[in-house]
């Protein structure tokens, strides 16, 4: 790997939160660089989520320091690190069910073009471009299905639409939350395969997971939380998956200490 690309593209650097008497976060840091995996581990209540809400603008941090590309970076809120190039899938997708598949895509940035004196919606070119994503990603929809509501897609096709709206405007990071919880064991495949895609096309990509055989099967890096600190970071090369629950619980629970 050469010294460019190995230049992290997303820092965090000594995060901390408190919420009320309660330490969400306690100097947590970690750092991505462009076309890499990073899983992020913990039981429920570590603290991900947290992170992830302060990583995409949603919190703000106590103590500590975000950085882009190598500098400083202040998040007023979701937009600000959209325009920044961060977009963030959680899992209930934000897709409007009754909408179609280039409506999902331009949510709230439709194009215009003239016509008879007004600016109307272009939805053939929504459609085109929902068209283009999908290949983009080596998605199939039939194109009966990408005309009508989304609702009426399957999980992993969803799935695919909230990655490809990511892509479309540009994502450099995407931050996903626990993706394949949801599908079945096909879909899970697909949406494993769509992650390598992004990780081929430079786009970093922060995977949270419960499921140890998608981040063993997809991640060049874990970090684990635990109670709200870094409990360790390994290479997914370097570790196993009974380390990783080590770290997530604790050498005592582990060790089936009461």
Same mark, same amino acid.
């Given at each position: 790997?050469?010294?460019?690309? =190995?230049? #992290?593209?997303?820092?965090? +650097? ?9 330490? =969400? ?35 703000? =941090? ?52 003239? %016509? ?33 509501? @989304? %609702? ?12 490809? +709206? ?12 626990? #993706? ?9 495949? %697909? @949406? ?10 430079? !786009? ?18 874990? !970090? ?35």
């Amino acid at each position: 790997m050469s010294d460019a690309a =190995a230049t #992290p593209i997303l820092e965090a +650097r000594d995060i901390s939160i408190r919420f009320g008497g309660v330490e =969400a976060l306690k100097r947590v840091s970690l750092q991505l660089t462009p076309g890499e995996v990073l899983a992020l581990a913990g039981d429920n209540g570590a603290g991900k989520s947290t992170l992830i809400k302060i990583l995409s603008g949603v919190y703000h =941090a106590d103590a500590g320091e975000l950085r882009f590309d190598g500098r400083t970076m202040q998040l007023r809120d979701p937009q600000d690190a959209r325009e920044q190039g961060i977009e963030t899938i959680y899992q209930d997708l934000a897709l409007a069910d009754n909408l179609d598949v280039g409506s999902n895509i331009f949510l709230g940035r439709e194009p215009t073009r003239p %016509k008879l004196g007004f600016r109307v919606i272009d939805r053939p070119r929504m459609a085109q471009v929902a068209r283009e994503v999908l290949e983009r990603l080596d998605i199939v929809i039939p194109q009966r299905k990408l005309t009508g509501p @989304v %609702k009426m897609l399957s999980g992993g096709q969803r799935q695919a639409i909230a990655i490809g +709206r990511a892509i479309y405007w540009n994502a450099r990071v995407l931050i996903m939350d626990e #993706p394949t919880a949801a599908l079945g064991v096909p879909e899970q495949r %697909k @949406v494993m395969a769509l992650i390598g895609s992004l990780k081929a096309q430079g !786009v970093a990509v922060i995977l949270i997971s419960h499921n140890l055989h998608d981040i063993f099967a997809v991640s060049d890096r874990v !970090v684990v939380l635990r109670r709200g600190e870094v409990a360790g970071e390994r290479r997914i090369e370097q570790t196993s998956g009974d380390e990783i629950v080590r770290l997530m619980v604790g050498d005592t629970y582990a060790n089936g200490a009461r």
